[in-house]
């Protein structure tokens, strides 16, 4: 079970830390606001998060059955776990956003078109996240309903990740990954709380990081 749960982790996690250290090291010097606009390569990692999501759907194939023993194992060792943490952490990295600037640490935009940049982000993933869930209509683990893919908790912890890092990267990489690290536990937490399959989870994380970036190539 914690092999596949560090899986997860790794999958979620680890190429965007690399991809954030690459972006911070290459583009120390940035002058103008055309250069903040995600490059080609940006959306490689989200890209193969959907993908990942995606080959679940199309039936039985490894994808699939990794979802189905990863929620076996989860119930059989943890039951009864039930924790509602995940509603709330969702929005934490979206909020550091707003905390920092209170605390007169500024990121890269004013709060004003920081603002619009993540409502735009939200406005993206959630209308994509909606026609998904209802045009997938997958069942979740739990049989609660079907709207499982992809994961809203996850897809929203994802862009608002991706949100705090594209303010404060110029300020310091740490901020990115504290970031992530709140979202992928949220990530991970769906899947414990029953909620979603593994894919889910992974899918929305692409989704989420898909509409920031997104978000920040329309607006500027």
Do not use: C
Request: proline content about 4%; aromatic content about 12%.
């Amino acid at each position: 079970m914690y092999r596949k749960l560090l899986i997860v982790m790794v999958l979620l996690i680890m190429p965007r830390l690399i991809f954030a250290q690459l972006q911070d090291t290459m583009q120390r010097e940035i002058n103008s606001r055309d250069d903040y606009k995600p490059k080609a390569s940006a959306f490689i990692i989200p890209a193969v998060f959907i993908g990942y999501g995606v080959v679940s759907l199309t039936g039985d194939n490894v994808i699939r059955r990794l979802d189905y023993t990863t929620k076996d194992e989860l119930q059989e060792d943890h039951p009864l776990f039930a924790a509602h943490a995940d509603d709330y952490m969702q929005f934490a990295p979206a909020a550091a956003v707003y905390g920092l600037n209170l605390l007169g640490i500024k990121g890269k935009h004013s709060l004003l078109d920081a603002t619009g940049l993540y409502v735009l982000s939200s406005a993206i993933m959630g209308g994509t996240v909606t026609v998904l869930k209802k045009s997938t209509h997958r069942l979740r683990p739990n049989s609660s309903g079907y709207t499982s893919f992809p994961s809203g908790h996850t897809a929203n912890a994802f862009a608002a990740a991706e949100f705090l890092k594209q303010e404060y990267r110029d300020v310091s990489p740490w901020y990115g990954f504290a970031g992530y690290t709140v979202a992928t536990a949220t990530g991970i937490l769906r899947t414990y709380n029953n909620k979603h399959w593994v894919s889910d989870v992974v899918a929305g994380a692409g989704f989420g990081i898909l509409s920031t970036k997104l978000s920040y190539y329309l607006y500027l």
